[in-house]
């Protein structure tokens, strides 16, 4: 009878859980208020440049992450002020659980236990975000590829890996937005061993006639392709767009 009652009490909090879950994935897609996203800097590589660069960040550096959401949601039909409200929280200390070289699916599970309880033990917000983002900037050294970013909708937070360079911030916010629309549910649209944007729904310009080059970066398919195998991060967020596939994906469009 004691197993029994383990059982139902466990299946209860489970239960529970996944209906907390649920209804805080559909009211973050639900676009009738704003949705709060708070950014938190990590130093990743101890360095002085990354340290700097920490130090001087503004909360109006992150701003076109707004305007990028803001406009898209408009073209969409939706007319919110401002669906999406970023705030800038304190740096933190400690780095995020690494996932590993060759991750599988045990692997990946166990690591996304173990980065709920890192947020968890990191963050003290008196008023919990819908989103976290952890930003770790890295020194320049552009001959060095950075790990890549993650964003994950089970727990509504993303690790975004950016250079801490002045001259890199447009392209970070660009990282950062694709990993945000990743905890509303949005899917990467590019072919992950080369990174080219898959045609058609990667595409920013779908119906363009010829197809290539691309003016603008669908922002799941996270580049603008210049032609059928080569493909550029863009500069900033006002060379991207959120195409119909991904619109439907975080509800931003609903057929």
Known sequence: MFRVIRIAVLL????????STWLTQARSTDWNNSLWVK?????????????RHIERLRLEHFNAIE????????????????PVRIELGD???????????APNRLTIMLWSLKMRLWVASVTDDTIEPDVRIFLRYHEPQYDV????????????????????????????????????LHTLGASDKYDPLTGQPRAPQGLAEPDRS????????????????????TAEIPSSLSLAVIGAETAREVRLLRD
Request: hydrophobic share 40%.
């Open 210 to 229: 010829p197809l290539y080059p691309q003016t603008k970066a669908e922002i799941m398919g996270g580049r603008i392709a210049r032609s059928a195998d």
């Open 12 to 19: 209860f909090i489970l239960v529970l859980v996944g209906l």
């Open 145 to 180: 590829p950075l790990d890549n970013s993650v964003g994950m909708q089970k727990g509504m937070y993303g690790i975004v890996n950016a250079f801490a360079s002045r001259a890199q911030r447009g392209s970070n916010n660009v990282i950062i937005a694709h990993e945000l």
């Open 39 to 51: 950014i938190y800097p990590i130093n990743a590589d101890g360095s002085e440049a990354s340290a």
């Open 91 to 101: 740096g933190i200390g400690e780095q995020p659980p690494s996932i590993g070289d």
């Open 67 to 82: 305007t990028f959401i803001r406009r898209e949601a408009a073209r969409y039909g939706h007319s919110l002020e401002r």
